[in-house]
């Protein structure tokens, strides 16, 4: 299976302030003959299920606040809230759906600070 | 507006056996490959299983391969979680994915119902 693997576990950010999340796998998840990233982000509130924010390691899904962006390529990817807002208090995860068995990250735990 | 729509979760028994359904709105079901993801209390996100949009290929997790059965209705757009043996481990919030093989990522997901398994 691929791992993916994400850093910080947590990080307490500041309203306003710019957060990053980092997401390693294991083997490149970019797919050669189309030069797409099969890495998606996604966002979890308590009590509710994950929403999709990326797909395709830096497309912003529709309605999705353009604070939010994603880079990387092969194996290194990244979330980025450039401006943290109270509602984006969540845990964010990477997954990649390079592999049939999709994996996620361990999930990172992003609070106000 | 898309919606998935789990039910059947509930406090089983080791050994024990439930079928979770998913009733799905708002998108043609027979055009989308579906998954299961669990979430263990606390814990991470967990892929269980993926069937095709026309239901004749089925992926496992390794955790769950054989004793876990995925199909579908799509006369009435329903998605099934066969769910055998049931192990301690098993416990989880299962939700319902619109998404996997070549609809790729997770696009929508249901609010989950809760399989609880103890004695």
New interface residues.
């Given amino acids: 299976d691929i791992v993916m693997t994400q850093s910080p576990d947590s990080l307490a950010v500041s309203l306003g302030e710019r957060a990053t999340i980092n997401c390693k796998s294991s083997q490149s998840v970019l797919y050669s003959s189309s030069n797409k990233n099969?890495v998606?982000w996604?966002q979890q509130k308590p009590g509710?299920?994950?929403?999709?924010l990326i797909?395709w390691a830096s497309t912003r899904e529709s309605g999705v606040p353009d604070r939010f962006s994603g880079s990387g390529s092969g194996t290194d990817f990244a979330l980025t809230i450039s401006s943290l807002q109270a509602e984006d208090v969540a845990i964010y995860?990477c997954?990649q759906?390079y592999a049939?068995?999709?994996?996620?990250?361990?999930?990172t735990k992003v609070e106000m600070k | 507006e898309v919606q998935l729509l789990e039910s059947g979760g509930g406090l089983v028994q080791p050994g024990g056996s439930l079928r979770l359904s998913c009733a799905a709105s708002g998108f043609t079901f027979s055009n989308s490959a579906m998954s299961w993801v669990r979430q263990a209390p606390g814990k991470g996100l967990e892929w269980v299983s993926t069937i095709s949009d026309s239901g004749d290929v089925t992926y496992y997790a390794d955790s769950v391969k054989g004793r876990f059965t995925i199909s579908r209705d799509t006369s009435k757009k329903t998605l099934f979680l066969q769910m055998n043996s049931l192990r301690a481990e098993d416990t989880a919030i299962y939700y319902c994915v619109k998404g996997g093989l070549s609809s790729r990522w997770a696009a929508y997901w249901g609010q989950g119902t809760l399989l609880i398994v103890s004695s």
């Fill in positions: 099969y998606a996604y509710q299920p994950p929403k999709l797909y995860y997954q759906y049939i068995s999709w994996t996620f990250g361990q999930g």
